[in-house]
């Protein structure tokens, strides 16, 4: 006999069904009827990053992750435009968050696992009174402590009311067009909105790349990344959830990165946290290793292939265990010079000293690690070679 389903939760079938149903009848209707202006369009997309960065930048990367700390003007800020988002208050929604990265892909803990499907974690999850949705914030005691946080948490009706129908109301009469300016602003643009943060969910689990870990069902991909004001390179967050960023190289499509940067050189962000790269690297590397060794286990080897990945497995063990040691060492050396009589000024040019040299010692081991890498490459693309039939 098959399980029946948890009763249906009334208030998010209206707004996650209801509304996209009233956008697509009511958008097109008015639009031939009356038409959009350009300066329309225009403010429903600022609308529209400023609900959606607010979301990335505020509710995951700053609260649910703590990868940087934030000036209380720029956490209002986030509190006020990720209100608009109308996706929960900031305390409910990265509780919820944390209990997803602590429980990945589990289909009793993670609340959207995408074990139990690309609808259910798309937003199937929130249309049921599932009892992984149940709140519970012991995973989240940091965030009750915030004054900001939980003000908002107590007024959110009130300011996801002001931020979705009176911001928009307002600006419609400012350009003469309440009307169409509700329907743009307002409806269209928080579908959207909606949408483009439930792929982070769904698709990001299901359709993509997985360089960094194979651990769990997190993707990167670019054009998530490029609906998703960044969090398209959901492999990497998922690996090294702490760092600010999601794109880690300059080309990567990551505008929260870029705003939280832009932020911290205006004094609004501050103790962004970088995951080292030798550890981005490491990480790189032992997921093509796993790669290889399954690629070889399903092909007839001579021997040879095997052998080559075993030596390159012996020098990147080296490597980790270098890494290790220039650690330790510079533990030991901290120690050392806090404990002489010269006190904090002699710390202070021994540490800039270490890190000099580690920092020349590490670019060595990363660049060793790079060629590592494209080494891996050739030898894994010679057996899907050798294994394709004759």
């Given amino acids: 006999m098959s399980k029946s389903l948890p009763p249906l939760n009334p208030i998010n079938v209206s707004i996650f069904v209801g509304l996209p149903i009233a956008a697509l009848i009511l958008v097109p209707a008015w639009g031939i009827y009356h038409g959009f202006s350009v300066a329309q369009w225009l403010w429903a997309l600022a609308f529209l990053y400023l609900n959606g960065m607010s979301i990335t930048g505020g509710y995951h990367r700053l609260w649910s992750h ?36 602590r429980h990945v892909d589990d289909n009793d803990k993670d609340p959207y696992s995408a074990g139990r499907g690309l609808w259910f974690s798309h937003m199937g999850w929130m249309l049921r009174e599932y009892r992984s949705n149940e709140p519970d914030f012991r995973n989240a005691t940091d965030l009750q402590a915030d004054p900001i946080v939980m003000f908002q948490h107590r007024h959110y009706i009130a300011l996801t009311v002001l931020m979705n129908v009176g911001a928009p109301l307002l600006l419609g009469l400012a350009l003469g067009d309440v009307i169409g300016t509700l329907l743009l602003v307002g409806l269209l643009r928080l579908v959207v909105n909606h949408h483009f ?6 698709l990001a689990h299901f359709w993509g790349r997985r360089p960094y870990t194979e651990e769990n069902s997190a993707r990167d991909n670019d054009l998530l990344a490029f609906l998703t004001y960044g969090e398209g390179y959901h492999n990497f967050h998922h690996l090294f959830a702490r760092d600010y960023r999601n794109g880690i190289r300059w080309w990567h499509w990551d505008p929260t990165k870029w705003m939280i940067n832009l932020c911290s050189r205006l004094g609004l962000a501050s103790n962004l946290h970088r995951e080292p790269n030798f550890r981005i690297q490491r990480a790189i590397l032992d997921t093509q290793f796993r790669k290889a060794r399954t690629a ?3 092909t007839r080897d001579d021997g040879s292939l095997l052998g080559a990945l075993e030596r390159e497995y012996q020098l990147y063990k080296e490597s980790i265990n270098t890494w290790a040691s220039l650690q330790a060492e510079r533990v030991e050396r901290k120690k050392s010079a806090l404990g002489d009589a010269l006190g904090e000024k002699k710390l202070q040019l021994a540490d800039k000293w270490e890190k000099a040299a580690l920092r020349t010692k590490l670019q060595a081991l990363e660049y060793s690690m790079l060629m590592q890498r494209k080494r891996l490459e050739l030898l894994i693309a010679q057996v899907r070679l050798q294994s394709q039939p004759a």
């Fill in 66 to 101: 703590k990868a940087y700390e934030a000036h209380p003007a720029l956490k209002w800020f986030f509190a006020l435009w990720g209100a608009g988002a109308l996706q929960n208050s900031i305390l409910i929604w990265s509780s919820d968050h944390r209990r997803h990265h």
């Fill in 296 to 298: 070889l286990a399903s």
């Fill in 197 to 202: 943060t439930f792929f982070i969910n769904s």
